[in-house]
């Protein structure tokens, strides 16, 4: 299967090609040029195996690249029982009646990403081989609060390889923070990016696309490529984990072969409820995306009237990792709802970028809402979720979990809707302990960071992740700070070039 340019349906490439490059020349970004179909039969045999037996029947009709045996191989090191617990790699749990919690969070990061990002080393490294690269590839990206941390444990010491993450200076949790700042790895490099996380997306888009830069890396034995959702390496392993929902719930006799499911998705990059979209239209009974937001509700507002426009007030909320308001995976969607017309598509991207906005023709948004719902939850409504979830069932979510399920109960009483749902749970409470801890359990967020886990757990019964509760006894390697117009210096030094 090859692999098309959003703006510019003639450039194609392999799916090695694909991984490698991140992004396409021309600023696009890939995407299959057909989705394969899954049929129900296929679905009910994938409910029959484990979490590793439904990711490699799925990437494997995408990355067609790799053999069978390659991609069981590397699924089986990415999800090892060291890194995610045997018998609950993507748990489904019962919130309610209809609704279900597909935890994302068991990973060695306590975040969603770790499913993509514990497999794209060796996706990415074996496409390398496949393309005949022998430079050393350098990773850039940009964070909101788990990319980043994902990322880095994910490269660390990957021979090959160097990783360099910028992160948004004070817009990330602090345990977020620690989570990179701590990293251990000779390979590895971080920097906070003065501004918010738009800012340092921008930069490292403005350093991909530099074409003097690329060249001049080149020469020195170096590529750059990406592990940002922008690139597809990273979006792929998320469509397994919505086919494994429905597998989990099929044997959990909670649905029937053939019967639609919602998926509500608390999202700013929109690249984890673009893969529910992909999971949909591979032939997954999917019903209506749900899209959650936060204050930064452009998302929100763009699926409600067909104009996306970012020039508003930026704010930092207490779900940090959905503070943004250039979702760069909106591309790979529109692109589709377009026709995969690239001229059209073009014009709103250089619309975005001449002024910040565009607005759809009705022909696109009708397929939009066709597709999708959306709302959004401001901080009082994610702690009020937060509070009643788990008075009424015990179940305790972090604040991005809380979005989603705010915007569900919201989107089901405004509606009626009663079809079984699917809710993203995309990171363990105790990442955002300062904000769970008074909204579950009325308790004042004092003392520090580690008191606040001892707290939580206290309280809650759970015992708070080793891998955050540990990073209390690990020293802090990077505190540099850099501007956004001087990223490309910052990875340039810390290159020695």
């Known amino acids: 299967m090859d692999y098309i340019s959003t703006r510019d349906s003639g450039h194609r490439v392999s799916a090695a090609q694909a991984i490698v490059s991140g992004l396409s020349p021309d600023g696009g970004l890939f995407l299959p040029e057909s989705l394969p179909q899954f049929s129900l039969s296929e679905i009910e045999t994938m409910a029959k195996t484990g979490y590793a037996g439904r990711a490699v029947a799925v990437l494997s009709r995408f990355l067609t690249d790799f053999s069978e045996d390659e991609l069981r191989e590397y699924v089986s090191r990415a999800y090892a029982p060291e890194k995610f617990p045997p018998k609950a790699v993507a748990p489904v749990v019962p919130l309610d009646e209809n609704a279900h919690i597909l935890e994302l969070f068991h990973g060695p990061t306590c975040a969603f990403k770790d499913f993509a990002l514990q497999l794209l080393p060796f996706l990415l490294t074996a496409s390398l081989r496949k393309t005949g690269c022998d430079k050393t590839v350098v990773i850039l990206v940009a964070t909101s609060g788990d990319t980043g941390k994902a990322a880095l444990e994910g490269f660390a010491d990957v021979p090959g390889a160097k990783i360099c993450v910028f992160y948004p200076d004070g817009g990330t949790s602090n345990i977020q923070r620690l989570q990179m700042t701590t990293q251990a ?3 590895v490099m971080v920097f906070a990016a003065e501004g918010n996380f738009d800012d340092a997306q921008n930069g490292v ?3 991909f696309t530099d074409r003097a830069y690329a ?6 034995g170096y590529i750059l490529s990406s592990a940002n959702s922008i690139n597809w390496g990273r979006l792929v392993p998320q469509i397994a984990y919505y086919f494994s929902a429905y597998c989990e719930l099929l044997n959990a006799g909670r649905i029937k072969p053939g019967d639609p499911v919602n998926v509500v998705v608390p999202t700013g990059n929109f690249g984890n409820i673009l893969a529910a979209y992909f999971a949909k239209h591979c032939g997954l009974p999917v019903g209506k995306l749900v899209c959650a937001s936060n204050r930064n509700n452009v998302l929100t507002d763009f699926i409600t009237t067909g104009t996306y426009d970012r020039n508003r007030g930026f704010y930092v909320t207490t779900s940090p990792s959905m503070d943004i308001l250039i979702s760069s995976n909106l591309e790979r969607l ?3 709802l377009c026709g995969r017309d690239d001229k059209v598509l073009r014009g709103y991207m250089e619309a975005l970028a001449k002024t910040g906005k565009y607005t759809v023709g009705p ?6 809402q066709s597709e999708f719902a959306a709302g959004c939850a401001d901080d009082a409504a994610t702690a009020a979720a937060i ?3 788990y008075r009424e069932t015990g179940y305790l979510c972090d604040t991005h979990t809380a979005v989603a399920v705010n915007v569900y109960r919201d989107y089901a009483a405004k509606t009626g809707d009663r079809t079984p749902t699917v809710i993203a749970s995309t990171a363990s409470p105790f990442k955002f302990a300062n904000s769970v801890l008074p909204a579950a359990f ?23 992740p080793r891998a955050l509760a540990g990073l209390q006894d690990k020293t802090e390697r990077f505190t540099a700070k ?3 117009a001087k990223m490309k210096e910052a990875v340039s030094g810390w290159l020695g070039l």
């Open 185 to 187: 790895g000779e390979n």
């Open 205 to 207: 888009k403005r350093i």
């Open 215 to 220: 060249e001049e890396l080149a020469g020195k």
């Open 334 to 336: 529109l692109y589709l």
């Open 363 to 368: 022909d696109v948004l009708a397929k939009l």
């Open 387 to 389: 509070r009643d979830v």
């Open 442 to 464: 009325g308790r004042a967020a004092d003392g520090g960071d580690f008191a606040l886990l001892a707290k939580l757990a206290e309280l809650s019964g759970q015992p708070a």
């Open 482 to 484: 850099v501007e956004p």
